[in-house]
């Protein structure tokens, strides 16, 4: 299936769980995480080892096509290794609020708490 046609199905079917398809790209090799939202990724081709949970203390999974992800706010991730083709599709839960970019550092931590502190349980994410 054409990343076009993939892309309507997948958003047409997150929509109706709660969760708006935003993007298609790959995971960031840096670890990172959101304070303001929850994340879903959905492998669309290749294969990756994500670390998820931080770069000391994070589990190492292996990803292809297909698979499904959900990322809680404040769960660090990021790609180890991934193929040159790799891509997922990237969902956040309808309302939330725009995602932001942490890097785990110790000064962001002022910023990540409240914002985490007001999140809900994110919806399930079934497609």
């Not at 839960?93 to 785990?104: H, I």
Request: with cysteine; charged share 25%.
């Amino acid at each position: 299936m054409k990343a076009d046609e993939a892309m309507a199905d997948l958003k047409r079917r997150g929509l109706e769980t709660g969760w708006n398809l935003e993007w298609l790209w790959k995971v960031y090799k840096r670890p990172h995480y959101h304070s303001t939202t929850h994340e879903a990724l959905v492998v669309y081709r290749g294969f990756a080892t994500l670390r998820l949970g931080g770069h000391r203390l994070g589990t190492l999974v292996e990803v292809g096509q297909g698979d499904a992800i959900l990322i809680p706010a404040g769960v660090a991730h990021q790609a180890v290794e991934r193929t040159e083709n790799f891509q997922v599709f990237g969902f956040y839960p309808v309302g939330a609020k725009p995602w932001d970019m942490l890097f785990c550092r110790k000064k962001e931590r002022a910023v990540a708490l409240p914002n985490l502190a007001l999140l809900k349980e994110p919806p399930a994410f079934l497609l």
